[in-house]
């Protein structure tokens, strides 16, 4: 069983950052890409951030510049520092990861259970 839990969620004004991170646990074998998705009322989920296991990352052109993502692979977390704040960036934020739990069994995807950021204008 692996469970994602995030934290670092929060109300903020505009400008401000924030710093969400998101532990992986449970039977992990290993872990390839871990990524940061945000939803918001009434629409579909949405990419944010991608790292890969090797530390390439890619951004939703909006983040760029102002969030990055980060992984501690010993630790099995994943971060995402969030700078210059907007509005637009309210959401909850959703930690994503694909793993295998073993040497014989294929990656899955796996979801955190989210976590809500709030830019105050």
């Known amino acids: 069983q692996v469970q994602l839990v995030e934290s670092g969620g929060g109300l903020v004004q505009a400008g401000g950052s924030l710093r969400l991170s998101c532990a992986a646990s449970?039977?992990?074998?290993?872990?390839?890409?871990m990524a940061w998705y945000r939803q918001t009322p009434g629409k579909e989920r949405a990419f944010v951030a991608r790292?890969?296991?090797?530390?390439?990352?890619v951004y939703v052109d909006s983040v760029k510049g102002r969030f990055t993502i980060s992984r501690d692979n010993a630790e099995n977390k994943v971060y995402l520092q969030m700078n210059s704040l907007k509005p637009e960036d309210t959401a909850v934020y959703y930690c994503?990861?694909?793993?295998?739990?073993?040497?014989?069994?294929?990656?899955?995807?796996?979801w955190g259970q989210g976590t809500q950021v709030t830019v105050s204008s």
């Open positions: 790292i890969t296991s090797g530390g390439i990352s």
């Open positions: 449970g039977s992990i074998f290993s872990i390839n890409d």
């Open positions: 994503n990861a694909h793993i295998r739990t073993s040497t014989w069994t294929s990656q899955r995807e796996y």
